[in-house]
Protein backbone atom coordinates (compact mmCIF):
# COMPACT_ATOMS: atom_id res chain seq x y z
CA UNK A 1 0.00 0.00 0.00
CA UNK A 2 1.40 3.48 -1.36
CA UNK A 3 2.43 5.94 1.77
CA UNK A 4 -0.19 8.55 1.49
CA UNK A 5 -2.63 6.08 1.40
CA UNK A 6 -1.84 4.01 3.88
CA UNK A 7 -1.71 7.58 6.17
CA UNK A 8 -4.45 8.67 5.23
CA UNK A 9 -6.51 5.08 5.95
CA UNK A 10 -4.74 5.47 9.47
CA UNK A 11 -5.73 8.84 9.97
CA UNK A 12 -9.57 7.55 9.51
CA UNK A 13 -9.46 4.44 11.90
CA UNK A 14 -7.92 6.89 14.65
CA UNK A 15 -9.68 10.25 14.14
CA UNK A 16 -12.74 9.04 16.27
CA UNK A 17 -10.41 6.95 18.95
CA UNK A 18 -8.33 10.23 19.14
CA UNK A 19 -11.39 12.77 19.91
CA UNK A 20 -12.59 10.90 23.22
CA UNK A 21 -8.92 9.69 24.49
CA UNK A 22 -7.66 13.39 24.15
CA UNK A 23 -10.77 15.19 25.27
CA UNK A 24 -10.32 12.97 28.76
CA UNK A 25 -6.53 13.87 28.75
CA UNK A 26 -6.43 17.75 27.89
CA UNK A 27 -7.46 19.59 30.69
CA UNK A 28 -5.65 16.73 32.99
CA UNK A 29 -2.20 18.74 33.31
CA UNK A 30 -1.72 19.84 36.88
CA UNK A 31 0.86 20.50 39.35
CA UNK A 32 -0.47 18.72 41.98
CA UNK A 33 -1.19 15.71 39.44
CA UNK A 34 2.23 15.57 38.25
CA UNK A 35 1.77 12.88 35.45
CA UNK A 36 -1.20 13.76 33.48
CA UNK A 37 -1.87 10.94 31.16
CA UNK A 38 -4.00 9.43 28.32
CA UNK A 39 -6.06 6.17 30.32
CA UNK A 40 -5.07 3.31 28.19
CA UNK A 41 -7.25 1.29 30.82
CA UNK A 42 -10.10 1.02 28.30
CA UNK A 43 -8.58 2.14 24.82
CA UNK A 44 -10.57 2.89 22.32
CA UNK A 45 -12.05 0.37 19.70
CA UNK A 46 -11.56 0.54 15.73
CA UNK A 47 -13.91 -1.50 13.69
CA UNK A 48 -10.82 -2.45 11.65
CA UNK A 49 -9.28 -3.97 14.58
CA UNK A 50 -11.73 -6.95 14.34
CA UNK A 51 -11.59 -6.94 10.75
CA UNK A 52 -7.96 -6.99 10.75
CA UNK A 53 -8.12 -10.04 12.98
CA UNK A 54 -10.13 -11.68 10.23
CA UNK A 55 -7.70 -10.60 7.52
CA UNK A 56 -4.48 -11.92 7.72
CA UNK A 57 -1.52 -9.64 7.39
CA UNK A 58 0.00 -10.34 4.01
CA UNK A 59 3.57 -9.88 5.69
CA UNK A 60 3.59 -13.57 7.18
CA UNK A 61 2.71 -17.02 6.44
CA UNK A 62 5.39 -16.71 3.72
CA UNK A 63 8.77 -18.56 5.73
CA UNK A 64 8.50 -21.64 3.17
CA UNK A 65 8.58 -19.24 -0.04
CA UNK A 66 11.57 -17.15 1.87
CA UNK A 67 15.00 -18.18 1.76
CA UNK A 68 17.20 -17.08 5.15
CA UNK A 69 20.40 -17.91 5.19
CA UNK A 70 21.80 -20.40 7.70
CA UNK A 71 24.33 -17.44 9.84
CA UNK A 72 22.11 -14.58 11.31
CA UNK A 73 22.93 -11.10 9.97
CA UNK A 74 26.36 -9.82 11.44
CA UNK A 75 24.43 -7.62 13.84
CA UNK A 76 22.98 -10.60 15.63
CA UNK A 77 26.43 -12.69 15.56
CA UNK A 78 27.21 -14.19 19.17
CA UNK A 79 23.85 -12.55 20.88
CA UNK A 80 20.89 -14.74 22.20
CA UNK A 81 17.78 -15.04 20.93
CA UNK A 82 15.18 -13.03 24.08
CA UNK A 83 13.71 -15.70 25.40
CA UNK A 84 10.15 -15.95 28.07
CA UNK A 85 8.48 -15.03 25.31
CA UNK A 86 6.29 -18.47 24.64
CA UNK A 87 4.11 -18.23 27.38
CA UNK A 88 0.25 -19.71 27.25
CA UNK A 89 -2.94 -20.16 29.25
CA UNK A 90 -4.01 -23.54 30.65
CA UNK A 91 -6.66 -23.84 26.91
CA UNK A 92 -3.43 -23.16 25.00
CA UNK A 93 -4.04 -19.87 24.28
CA UNK A 94 -1.14 -16.85 23.73
CA UNK A 95 -0.29 -14.23 26.47
CA UNK A 96 0.86 -11.48 25.18
CA UNK A 97 4.49 -10.17 26.98
CA UNK A 98 7.06 -7.83 26.34
CA UNK A 99 9.22 -10.84 25.79
CA UNK A 100 7.19 -11.34 22.47
CA UNK A 101 7.80 -7.81 21.63
CA UNK A 102 11.63 -8.31 21.93
CA UNK A 103 11.27 -11.36 19.79
CA UNK A 104 10.45 -9.71 17.52
CA UNK A 105 12.20 -6.20 17.82
CA UNK A 106 15.62 -8.32 17.96
CA UNK A 107 15.11 -9.69 14.68
CA UNK A 108 13.50 -6.82 13.12
CA UNK A 109 16.74 -4.60 14.36
CA UNK A 110 18.41 -6.20 11.43
CA UNK A 111 16.36 -4.86 8.59
CA UNK A 112 18.68 -3.59 6.47
CA UNK A 113 21.53 -6.94 6.87
CA UNK A 114 18.29 -8.33 5.36
CA UNK A 115 15.31 -8.33 3.88
CA UNK A 116 11.89 -7.61 5.86
CA UNK A 117 10.36 -11.19 4.14
CA UNK A 118 13.63 -13.06 5.29
CA UNK A 119 13.76 -11.07 9.05
CA UNK A 120 9.66 -12.22 9.44
CA UNK A 121 10.65 -15.98 7.65
CA UNK A 122 13.23 -15.62 11.21
CA UNK A 123 10.49 -14.92 13.28
CA UNK A 124 8.30 -17.46 11.90
CA UNK A 125 10.77 -20.22 12.38
CA UNK A 126 10.89 -19.09 15.90
CA UNK A 127 6.95 -19.38 16.64
CA UNK A 128 7.16 -22.55 15.47
CA UNK A 129 7.74 -23.75 18.75
CA UNK A 130 4.90 -22.69 20.18
CA UNK A 131 1.48 -25.71 19.63
CA UNK A 132 -1.99 -23.98 18.33
CA UNK A 133 -4.43 -22.40 18.95
CA UNK A 134 -1.12 -20.11 20.37
CA UNK A 135 1.25 -20.72 17.22
CA UNK A 136 -2.04 -18.83 14.81
CA UNK A 137 -2.09 -16.18 17.78
CA UNK A 138 1.47 -15.16 17.58
CA UNK A 139 1.64 -15.43 13.70
CA UNK A 140 -1.55 -12.69 13.82
CA UNK A 141 0.10 -10.62 16.44
CA UNK A 142 3.23 -10.53 14.41
CA UNK A 143 1.43 -9.59 11.04
CA UNK A 144 -1.09 -6.64 13.31
CA UNK A 145 2.43 -5.38 14.80
CA UNK A 146 4.22 -5.15 11.52
CA UNK A 147 1.25 -3.38 10.08
CA UNK A 148 0.98 -0.97 12.91
CA UNK A 149 4.61 -0.35 12.73
CA UNK A 150 4.26 0.85 8.72
CA UNK A 151 1.61 2.77 9.81
CA UNK A 152 3.03 4.61 12.86
CA UNK A 153 6.30 5.57 11.07
CA UNK A 154 3.86 7.04 7.87
CA UNK A 155 1.47 9.15 10.71
CA UNK A 156 5.49 10.06 12.40
CA UNK A 157 6.33 11.41 9.10
CA UNK A 158 3.34 13.35 8.92
CA UNK A 159 4.30 15.14 12.40
CA UNK A 160 7.38 16.89 11.05
CA UNK A 161 9.98 17.84 13.42
CA UNK A 162 9.25 17.55 16.88
CA UNK A 163 11.56 19.66 18.52
CA UNK A 164 10.36 22.56 20.19
CA UNK A 165 7.09 21.38 20.60
CA UNK A 166 5.17 21.95 24.16
CA UNK A 167 3.78 19.59 26.38
CA UNK A 168 0.06 19.87 24.99
CA UNK A 169 1.25 19.13 21.54
CA UNK A 170 3.19 16.17 22.54
CA UNK A 171 0.36 14.92 24.58
CA UNK A 172 -1.73 15.13 21.79
CA UNK A 173 0.73 13.06 19.49
CA UNK A 174 1.03 10.93 22.06
CA UNK A 175 -2.46 9.83 22.32
CA UNK A 176 -2.58 9.52 18.47
CA UNK A 177 0.28 7.06 18.62
CA UNK A 178 -1.40 5.00 21.44
CA UNK A 179 -5.13 4.72 19.87
CA UNK A 180 -3.27 4.10 16.16
CA UNK A 181 -1.68 0.65 18.74
CA UNK A 182 -5.15 -0.13 19.54
CA UNK A 183 -6.07 -0.03 16.37
CA UNK A 184 -4.22 -2.57 15.37
CA UNK A 185 -3.59 -4.60 18.43
CA UNK A 186 -6.09 -5.87 20.86
CA UNK A 187 -5.82 -4.20 24.21
CA UNK A 188 -4.13 -6.79 26.03
CA UNK A 189 -1.82 -6.82 23.57
CA UNK A 190 -0.63 -3.64 23.10
CA UNK A 191 -0.62 -3.16 27.08
CA UNK A 192 1.98 -5.76 27.61
CA UNK A 193 4.07 -4.34 24.36
CA UNK A 194 4.13 -0.90 25.20
CA UNK A 195 2.92 0.28 28.43
CA UNK A 196 6.52 0.90 29.89
CA UNK A 197 7.06 3.23 26.61
CA UNK A 198 3.96 4.96 27.41
CA UNK A 199 4.88 5.58 31.48
CA UNK A 200 7.69 6.85 30.19
CA UNK A 201 6.43 9.03 27.75
CA UNK A 202 3.49 10.60 29.86
CA UNK A 203 6.84 11.20 32.27
CA UNK A 204 8.75 12.88 29.43
CA UNK A 205 5.84 15.23 28.65
CA UNK A 206 5.50 15.81 32.01
CA UNK A 207 8.84 16.79 32.95
CA UNK A 208 8.67 18.97 29.57
CA UNK A 209 5.85 20.99 31.20
CA UNK A 210 7.10 21.61 34.67
CA UNK A 211 10.70 22.50 33.29
CA UNK A 212 8.81 25.06 31.18
CA UNK A 213 6.96 26.47 33.70
CA UNK A 214 7.78 30.22 34.55
CA UNK A 215 5.59 30.36 37.83
CA UNK A 216 7.34 27.52 39.70
CA UNK A 217 10.63 28.22 41.65
CA UNK A 218 13.25 25.92 40.87
CA UNK A 219 12.69 24.15 44.16
CA UNK A 220 9.55 23.81 42.76
CA UNK A 221 10.52 21.98 39.86
CA UNK A 222 12.87 19.57 41.40
CA UNK A 223 10.04 18.51 43.47
CA UNK A 224 7.43 18.40 40.96
CA UNK A 225 9.98 16.53 39.28
CA UNK A 226 10.80 13.86 42.15
CA UNK A 227 6.63 13.44 42.27
CA UNK A 228 6.42 12.96 38.35
CA UNK A 229 9.30 10.26 38.52
CA UNK A 230 7.94 8.63 41.65
CA UNK A 231 5.03 7.18 39.52
CA UNK A 232 7.00 5.46 36.92
CA UNK A 233 6.98 1.66 37.41
CA UNK A 234 9.82 0.51 39.83
CA UNK A 235 11.96 -0.89 37.49
CA UNK A 236 11.62 1.89 34.95
CA UNK A 237 12.88 4.17 38.29
CA UNK A 238 15.59 1.83 39.32
CA UNK A 239 17.12 2.03 35.67
CA UNK A 240 16.94 6.03 35.84
CA UNK A 241 18.75 5.79 39.27
CA UNK A 242 21.00 3.48 38.00
CA UNK A 243 22.04 5.69 34.65
CA UNK A 244 22.51 8.99 36.72
CA UNK A 245 25.02 7.06 39.02
CA UNK A 246 27.30 5.84 36.48
CA UNK A 247 26.82 9.26 34.66
CA UNK A 248 28.16 10.50 37.56
CA UNK A 249 31.10 7.67 37.32
CA UNK A 250 31.65 8.54 33.83
CA UNK A 251 32.33 12.49 34.77
CA UNK A 252 34.23 11.16 38.19
CA UNK A 253 36.58 8.46 35.85
CA UNK A 254 37.67 11.37 33.93
CA UNK A 255 37.73 14.02 36.66
CA UNK A 256 40.29 11.22 38.47
CA UNK A 257 41.60 9.60 35.46
CA UNK A 258 44.97 10.15 36.81
CA UNK A 259 44.32 9.11 40.73
CA UNK A 260 43.57 5.52 40.50
CA UNK A 261 43.39 4.99 44.63
CA UNK A 262 40.91 7.96 44.65
CA UNK A 263 38.39 6.55 41.60
CA UNK A 264 38.42 3.06 43.90
CA UNK A 265 37.31 4.46 46.71
CA UNK A 266 34.73 6.52 45.03
CA UNK A 267 34.02 3.74 42.91
CA UNK A 268 33.22 1.50 46.42
CA UNK A 269 31.23 4.02 48.06
CA UNK A 270 28.85 4.76 45.16
CA UNK A 271 28.33 1.01 43.80
CA UNK A 272 29.42 -1.53 47.32
CA UNK A 273 32.64 -3.73 47.39
CA UNK A 274 30.98 -6.56 44.89
CA UNK A 275 29.43 -4.25 42.41
CA UNK A 276 32.49 -2.13 42.46
CA UNK A 277 35.16 -4.95 42.22
CA UNK A 278 33.00 -6.44 39.04
CA UNK A 279 32.71 -3.20 37.34
CA UNK A 280 36.77 -2.46 37.74
CA UNK A 281 37.03 -5.52 36.51
CA UNK A 282 35.00 -5.12 33.75
CA UNK A 283 36.77 -1.64 32.67
CA UNK A 284 40.36 -3.42 32.59
CA UNK A 285 39.02 -5.75 30.45
CA UNK A 286 37.04 -3.08 27.98
CA UNK A 287 40.89 -1.22 28.18
CA UNK A 288 42.38 -4.74 26.99
CA UNK A 289 40.39 -5.02 24.52
CA UNK A 290 40.38 -1.52 23.28
CA UNK A 291 44.33 -1.78 23.15
CA UNK A 292 43.81 -5.47 21.32
CA UNK A 293 41.11 -3.81 18.84
CA UNK A 294 43.63 -0.72 18.17
CA UNK A 295 46.22 -2.96 17.14
CA UNK A 296 44.42 -5.15 14.98
CA UNK A 297 42.44 -2.17 12.94
CA UNK A 298 45.88 -0.88 11.90
CA UNK A 299 46.63 -4.25 10.95
CA UNK A 300 43.54 -4.84 9.12
CA UNK A 301 43.66 -1.29 7.48
CA UNK A 302 47.03 -2.20 5.79
CA UNK A 303 45.94 -5.76 4.75
CA UNK A 304 42.69 -3.51 3.20
CA UNK A 305 44.97 -1.36 1.36
CA UNK A 306 47.41 -4.20 0.37
CA UNK A 307 45.47 -4.85 -3.34
CA UNK A 308 44.58 -8.52 -2.45
CA UNK A 309 42.00 -10.17 -4.52
CA UNK A 310 38.71 -11.31 -2.44
CA UNK A 311 39.25 -14.50 -1.09
CA UNK A 312 42.85 -13.85 -0.23
CA UNK A 313 41.96 -10.71 1.46
CA UNK A 314 38.98 -12.93 4.06
CA UNK A 315 41.31 -15.64 4.65
CA UNK A 316 43.69 -12.71 5.40
CA UNK A 317 41.37 -11.07 7.83
CA UNK A 318 40.54 -14.83 9.37
CA UNK A 319 44.08 -15.16 10.46
CA UNK A 320 44.45 -11.55 11.52
CA UNK A 321 41.32 -12.12 13.64
CA UNK A 322 42.72 -15.55 15.18
CA UNK A 323 46.03 -14.25 15.92
CA UNK A 324 44.14 -11.51 18.07
CA UNK A 325 40.88 -12.53 19.66
CA UNK A 326 39.65 -15.90 20.75
CA UNK A 327 36.56 -17.44 19.30
CA UNK A 328 34.03 -15.49 20.86
CA UNK A 329 35.95 -12.02 20.36
CA UNK A 330 36.21 -13.20 16.88
CA UNK A 331 32.41 -12.52 15.96
CA UNK A 332 32.19 -9.51 17.66
CA UNK A 333 35.09 -8.34 15.65
CA UNK A 334 33.71 -9.60 12.40
CA UNK A 335 30.22 -7.86 13.51
CA UNK A 336 32.26 -4.34 14.35
CA UNK A 337 34.00 -4.92 11.19
CA UNK A 338 30.67 -5.21 9.00
CA UNK A 339 29.34 -2.17 10.25
CA UNK A 340 32.44 0.47 9.32
Known amino acids: MKPRIRLFLVLLLIIAAVGSFWMMTADRVAVDDPVASAPVDEPPISVSQEEGAAAPSELVNKASSVRVPEQLPASLAGTSVPDGWARTDRLGNLIPTPHLRQLFEY ?127 EPLRKAREETRRFADYEQVRQELADDPRALAAWRQEAFGDAAADRLA ?14 AYAQERDRLLSSGLAEPERQKALQRLRARHFNETERIRAQALDSIR
Open 107 to 233: FLSALGEESLQQLVARIETALSALEEPARSQALATLGNYLEYKLAVSDLEQSYGEVSGLGAREMQRRMAEIQALRRTWLDADTADAFFADDEAVDRFQIEKLRITSDDSLTEEQKAEALRQAESSLP
Open 281 to 294: RLEEEQEEWNRRWQ
